[in-house]
Nanobody, 122 residues
Framework: DVQLVESGGGSVQAGGSLRLSCTVS????????MGWYRQAPGNVCELVSS???????YYADFVTGRFTLSQDNAKNTLYLQMNSLKPEDTAVYYC????????????????WGQGTQVTVSS
């Protein structure tokens, strides 16, 4: 079975840092495109960062220079290092296997984690 399990969320003050982890099973991380999405209350599910199977990374403009995506293939784990956090980064963060379909927080569609809450206070 395919599983994605996120961890590392929490509450921090503006300017702080968090590192999210997404440990996958049922497929090989280095053969897959992966992405981090987020969804704040009342907002759409938006792409934060992604990496293709050939290692090409993408960052949304609103996180460029602050967030860094990385992966440890031996641990089958994807990371999102988040620095200089802002209150507007507050959201539930999800990892997903790209092109698997689905949407933030909708179980049973595509390959998504359960989400991890990030709260940034001013």
């Amino acid at each position: 079975d395919v599983q994605l399990v996120e961890s590392g969320g929490g509450s921090v003050q503006a300017g702080g840092s968090l590192r999210l982890s997404c440990t996958v099973s049922g497929f090989t991380l280095n053969d897959s495109g992966m992405g981090w999405y987020r969804q704040a209350p009342g907002n759409v599910c938006e792409l934060v960062s992604s990496v293709t199977s050939d290692g090409t990374t993408y960052y949304a403009d609103f996180v460029t220079g602050r967030f860094t995506l990385s992966q440890d293939n031996a641990k089958n784990t994807l990371y999102l290092q988040m620095n200089s956090l802002k209150p507007e980064d507050t959201a539930v963060y999800y990892c997903t296997k790209l092109q698997s379909g689905g949407y933030c927080g909708i179980p049973g569609l595509g390959y998504w984690g359960q989400g991890t809450q990030v709260t940034v206070s001013s």
